[in-house]
C-alpha cells in the first residue's frame, strides 16, 4: 500500500512525502507563503531500540538542515517513536539528543501527546527536560479532564503548549464523550493559556473557536505575536491563507516518512470523525 501510485496521490494531501528533503521542500513553500511549520516524522511505537535511534538520527539531521537551510520551522516527535515502551531511560536521553540540539540551533522540540495510557510519562519527560534544557514544549487534548490541571502546571513552569481537541479514542471514564464539552473545554484551556501561559499554540481548525479566541486576545491586548494558530498540513488551505493575510502566525503540522500508512490507517480507524475530517478536506481548499 505504502508504494500504490494511486494510495500516494491520495495522501501527498496530506501527507509531504518519504524524505527528508520532501518535508523541507514543503516547508520551502509554506514559508514562501508566510505559514511556518513543524515536522513530524511519521513513525509511532517502535519494536528495537535501533530503530529509536534511527528516529532520533532522524530529527538530528532535520534540525541542521533547518538551519542551514534558514526556514521557519521545527519539530514533532512522538515518545513511542523514540523508544518509550522498550526503555524509558533510553528514550529520555533520545528525546534529550534531540533537544540538545535545538537548543544548539535556536529551535524547539514539541513532545506529541498520545493516547492517555502515556500521558503522565510524557508530561513527566517535558518538565525534566525543560528544567534542564528549555527548548521544548508539550501537547495538552482538551478533551482529557485532567486537562485543566495540566494546563495549569505548564502554565507555572512557563513551559510552552499546543492545545488540540485529541484524536485518540478515550473512554468516558477519562475523556469528556460529547463534542459540545470538548469544545467547551478547548475554549477554557485557550483562554488560560492565553492569558498566563508561555506563547500558546492553538491548534484547530474550527474557524469558531478560531474567531472567538482571536477576539479574546484582542480584548485584553494579548498581541498577534503572542501566540499562534496550528494547523495540519492540506487541511483548510484557504483558512491559513486568510489568517496570514490578517497578520496571523500560522503553523502547519507537516508530516513525512515511509511510515506514512499505519499513520493514516491508526487516524481513520481510531475515530469515525477522522475519516469524515479527511474525506470533508479532499473537496475543499
Aim: aromatic share 10%; proline share 3%.
Amino acid at each position: 500500500m505504502e508504494e500504490s501510485p494511486q494510495a500516494l496521490r491520495l495522501t501527498s494531501r496530506f501527507v509531504a512525502g518519504r524524505k527528508i528533503d520532501d518535508a523541507l521542500q514543503v516547508t520551502g513553500r509554506l514559508n514562501q507563503a508566510g505559514l511556518w511549520t513543524t515536522l513530524d516524522y511519521l513513525g509511532e511505537s517502535v519494536t528495537k531500540l535501533e530503530e529509536a535511534e534511527a528516529a532520533r538520527n532522524v530529527y538530528l539531521e532535520l534540525l541542521d538542515q533547518i538551519r542551514a537551510r534558514g526556514l521557519q520551522a521545527n519539530v514533532s516527535l512522538k515518545l513511542t517513536q523514540f523508544g518509550l515502551d522498550l526503555s524509558e531511560a533510553a528514550c529520555r536521553e533520545n528525546v534529550a539528543a534531540v533537544v540538545r540540539r535545538a537548543r544548539e540551533m535556536e529551535n524547539f522540540v514539541r513532545v506529541d501527546m498520545e493516547s492517555s495510557a502515556y500521558t503522565e510519562r510524557t508530561l513527566a519527560l517535558v518538565h525534566d527536560l525543560h528544567e534542564a534544557y528549555g527548548s521544548v514544549g508539550a501537547v495538552i487534548q482538551a478533551y482529557l479532564y485532567r486537562s485543566e490541571q495540566d494546563v495549569a502546571g505548564l502554565n507555572r513552569r512557563r513551559i510552552r503548549v499546543r492545545l488540540c481537541k485529541g484524536a485518540y479514542d478515550e473512554p468516558p471514564a477519562v475523556a469528556f464523550p460529547k463534542v459540545s464539552q470538548v469544545n467547551a473545554s478547548f475554549r477554557k484551556l485557550a483562554k488560560s493559556l492565553l492569558t498566563a501561559g508561555n506563547y500558546p499554540a492553538l491548534a484547530t481548525h474550527d474557524e469558531r473557536l478560531i474567531a472567538e479566541m482571536v477576539r479574546f486576545a484582542a480584548e485584553r491586548g494579548i498581541g498577534k505575536d503572542g501566540y499562534e494558530m496550528q494547523m495540519l498540513y492540506g487541511i483548510r488551505r484557504d483558512l491559513q491563507a486568510r489568517l496570514v493575510a490578517e497578520g496571523h502566525r500560522v503553523r502547519v503540522y507537516v508530516p513525512f516518512g515511509v511510515a506514512w500508512y499505519p499513520y493514516f490507517m491508526r487516524r481513520l480507524a481510531e475515530r469515525p470523525a477522522n475519516l469524515y475530517f479527511v474525506v470533508r478536506n479532499l473537496f475543499r481548499r
